[in-house]
T-cell receptor, first 114, second 111 residues
Framework: DSGVTQTPKHLITATGQRVTLRCSPR?????VYWYQQSLDQGLQFLIQ???????AKGNILERFSAQQFPDLHSELNLSSLELGDSALYFC?????????????FGNGTRLTVT | GQNIDQPTEMTATEGAIVQINCTYQ??????LFWYQQHAGEAPTFLSY????GLEEKGRFSSFLSRSKGYSYLLLKELQMKDSASYLC????????????FGSGTRLQVQP
């Protein structure tokens, strides 16, 4: 168990809808990262937050947004959903200190858009 | 730009040794990570290299050559449970902590 909690585990919704994915980082970790993993594709970095502020952006679509709250949990909002958004969405957290600190991943949310 | 290459699939026999290669071209380099991911599950951290050379951790070892932009993960005494995808990831530069991942190598261990 990595200590990173993601909810829900599965989400099935229709095109055009909006969903919210939730992540609680490991105790003490201030950084949260969101990744998307489509079928047979690698992990694509979406966005990073550190202590409530956006720190880095990757290949995140304008239809997607995220935030990190004062209690350090984070939410990823996906809107105007398309079939191609079906994927596993992972949240990860890391310790502040040390460039050798790995990312610790949650179990992911499997999103299916029909 | 950033480019990380790994073989797509490999097959090996239980009890044997397998080497999974990774080459990278990134704008800056601040460490290379290997992760294991079973199908539909979370990636789990295996190893980290930032200096040239070999890091050993039980049955798993990882090697890095920064001048060649090359790393490999060595798995010894293969077990059936080692059947999984192995992801190579680079931390591109200081100040950006997010990892850039390769597409992963799917390893099938056969009896």
């Amino acid at each position: 168990d990595s200590g990173v909690t993601q909810t829900p585990k599965h989400l099935i919704t229709a095109t055009g809808q909006r969903v919210t994915l939730r992540c609680s980082p490991r105790s003490g970790d201030l950084s949260v990262y969101w990744y998307q993993q489509s079928l047979d594709q690698g992990l694509q970095f979406l966005i990073q937050y550190y202590n409530g502020e956006e720190r880095a952006k990757g290949n995140i679509l304008e239809r997607f947004s995220a935030q990190q709250f004062p209690d350090l949990h984070s939410e990823l909002n996906l809107s105007s959903l398309e079939l191609g958004d079906s994927a596993l969405y992972f949240c990860a957290s890391s310790a502040l200190q040390g460039t050798d600190s790995p990312l610790h991943f949650g179990n992911g949310t499997r999103l299916t858009v029909t | 730009g950033q480019n990380i290459d790994q073989p797509t699939e490999m097959t090996a026999t239980e009890g044997a040794i397998v080497q999974i290669n990774c080459t990278y071209q990134t704008s800056g380099f601040n460490g290379l990570f290997w992760y294991q991911q079973h199908a539909g599950e979370a990636p789990t951290f295996l190893s980290y290299n930032v200096l040239d050379g070999l890091e050993e951790k039980g049955r798993f070892s990882s090697f890095l050559s920064r001048s060649k932009g090359y790393s490999y993960l060595l798995l010894k005494e293969l077990q059936m449970k080692d059947s999984a995808s192995y992801l190579c990831a680079v931390r591109p530069y200081t100040g950006r902590r997010a990892l850039t991942f390769g597409s992963g190598t799917r390893l099938q261990v056969q009896p």
